[in-house]
């Protein structure tokens, strides 16, 4: 059994009982205080510093060529437990320059009135396509306003620095790969 | 009486009424200000008007000072919707505020502010309203008719918290007022005691520390006279109106838009008016330091420097009362009882005694 340690209670001194000394110090901690520099951050104006692994907005981003690098998979849709995804899937038009690629999404909706900003979605994405920034304010005036179309995602997620090149043209995959770069 | 005498009277009245609801104004931006500053933030700094906040350095820095926050706080209260609560009694629920601010008021009356030398004759003359001989007795039956505005708020608001809260103020003024009055009584005596020009009006106690302030000569009245002070005009250690964490808001929590406006700002002139008071009894009015000879010129100069001086100390009195709030936790109720009753009026008789044997033993050799 832990041993109790039993705290004398002196009684109060006459100084103490006129309260006056503790107030002295009490008056000496405020007004120490009064000359500090305040830890107040002025909000719109700057900014906290977001951490690395930050789960904010999610948002799509493009591969270094520019190319949208979702294929309308739909796994994020699955995963995602409040069901704010929804992607409509289409074809890559024929003709195109990334006709080999063969599907991409014709329409992707986040709803940002459902998001619980879980992070699945960036977990489970094959393609590395959606990622959770640092963007932690979205605010609207109207529930349509809430949720983000394909292009405000695209907008809001900009272009990854990453070296993924697996849907460049065959050749200019390899030697990529053969100066380094990823896979 | 002439007409201009009295157009004169009613245009200084004004004009003292003008300075001290901005003094009652700034207070609240003293207050929010050192609060903020205390608790390590920054308070109101964006508040700005359009032309003066437009000027380039000084602009900034007074937004950033928050100059111009009572101005919209002000406003704000004048535009907001004035709802009336459906369960008061209407005549009291409207004339509580009025009382309030009523006795505040009228007590800086007799309140003197500077000194005017006249270049020709030398005499010196008190700035003041109505240069009363009973000042101090005025002030004290005046001020003390302030907690009819808070009876009668929390009475007619029909709220439990209303009335807890007047309940508690109406009890905790009444039984410090004692103590109040009791404490400046020594000073009186000295005063008036043999072979001293005495009188009972606020001028003759600042001519009378010409050299040495009342701090120094009867510290403990002074204590006891800023304790009951602190209880009088309900600030923090005593601020049982309020409560703000039990009582929601007091006495008026019924109130909304100017009627709590007004509350507001008579709860504020109340601390500089008491600020005042006790520059004038304790802190030697508007003489400069003690020991040292005024440094006013004659002539208007003097009496505008003997005005501000006497300003600085009231607002380094206001300062005090301020940091004093957000220093001290409130005392329990049975606390404030306990200290008003069984120490401070005590104390305080006990002071007048002793005062008054010590004249005695002067008197008689």
Not at chain 1, 19 to 46: A, N
Not at chain 2, 240 to 248: G, I
């Amino acid at each position: 059994m832990a041993q109790t340690k039993v705290i004398e209670r002196k009684p109060l001194s006459l100084s103490e009982r006129t309260y006056l000394p503790q107030i002295v110090s009490g008056l000496k901690t405020t007004i120490s205080h009064m000359f500090k520099s305040p830890v107040t951050l002025q909000y719109p104006e700057e900014r906290p510093p977001i951490p690395e692994g930050y789960r904010g907005v999610p948002t799509l981003v493009k591969d270094p060529n520019g190319r949208e690098k979702c294929v309308s998979c739909q796994l994020c849709e699955f995963v995602c437990p409040p069901r704010a995804i929804r992607i409509t899937p289409g074809e890559i038009a024929e003709g195109s320059e990334n006709e080999h690629v063969e599907k991409g999404p014709e329409e992707f909706e986040i709803n940002m009135l459902r998001c619980i900003y879980c992070g699945l979605c960036q977990e489970v994405c094959p393609e590395e396509a959606i990622f959770l920034q640092d963007i932690y304010s979205m605010s609207g005036y109207t529930r349509e306003e809430m949720v983000n179309d394909k292009e405000k995602l695209y907008e809001l997620g900009g272009t990854l620095p990453d070296e993924h090149f697996k849907w460049d043209k065959k050749k200019a995959a390899e030697e990529a790969a053969a100066a380094g770069g990823g896979h | 009486m002439e007409i201009t005498t009295i157009l004169l009277k009613i245009l200084f009245a004004i004009l003292m009424i003008v300075v001290v609801m901005t003094l009652a104004g700034y207070s609240v931006l003293i207050e929010r200000k050192v609060s903020s500053w205390v608790q390590g933030r920054v308070g109101p700094n964006r508040t700005t008007v359009p032309l003066i906040g437009g000027i380039p350095i000084l602009g900034p820095f007074l937004t950033r000072l928050g100059i111009f926050q009572p101005l919209a706080d002000g406003l704000k209260f004048l535009f907001k919707e004035e709802i009336t609560p459906g369960h008061v009694n209407k005549l009291y629920y409207f004339l509580a505020p009025v009382i309030a601010l009523v006795p505040a008021l009228t007590t800086m009356v007799v309140i003197p502010f500077g000194q005017y030398t006249d270049p020709g004759s030398g005499e010196t003359n008190a700035l003041m309203l109505a240069p009363l001989d009973i000042g101090v007795l005025f002030i004290l039956a005046i001020s003390s008719l302030g907690v009819y505005g808070v009876v009668l708020a929390g009475w007619s608001s029909n709220s439990k918290y209303s009335f807890l809260g007047s309940i508690r103020s109406s009890a905790q003024m009444i039984s410090y007022e004692l103590s109040l009055g009791l404490s400046i009584f020594p000073l009186f005596l000295w005063l008036n005691a043999p072979g001293v020009a005495g009188g009972l009006g606020l001028t003759a106690v600042v001519d009378y520390q010409q050299n040495i302030w009342f701090l120094f000569v009867q510290p403990l009245s002074a204590l006891l006279f800023l304790v009951a002070l602190f209880a009088e005009t309900n600030r923090l250690p005593f601020d049982m109106a309020e409560s703000e964490t039990d009582l929601v808001g007091g006495f008026h929590t019924e109130y909304g838009c100017f009627k709590f406006g007004i509350f507001f700002v008579a709860e504020y002139a109340h601390i500089v008016i008491g600020s005042a008071l006790f520059v004038l009894l304790f802190l030697g009015g508007w003489h400069f330091l003690p020991g040292v000879a005024d440094p006013w010129p004659a002539g208007w100069i003097g009496a505008v420097l003997s005005t501000v001086w006497f300003l600085v100390k009231t607002l380094a009195l206001i300062l005090f009362f301020v940091i004093i709030r957000w220093t001290l936790p409130r005392f329990r109720y049975d606390q404030v009882m306990k200290l008003g009753w069984t120490v401070l009026l005590p104390l305080a008789i006990a002071n007048l005694i002793v005062n008054a044997i010590i004249i005695a033993i002067i008197d008689t050799q």
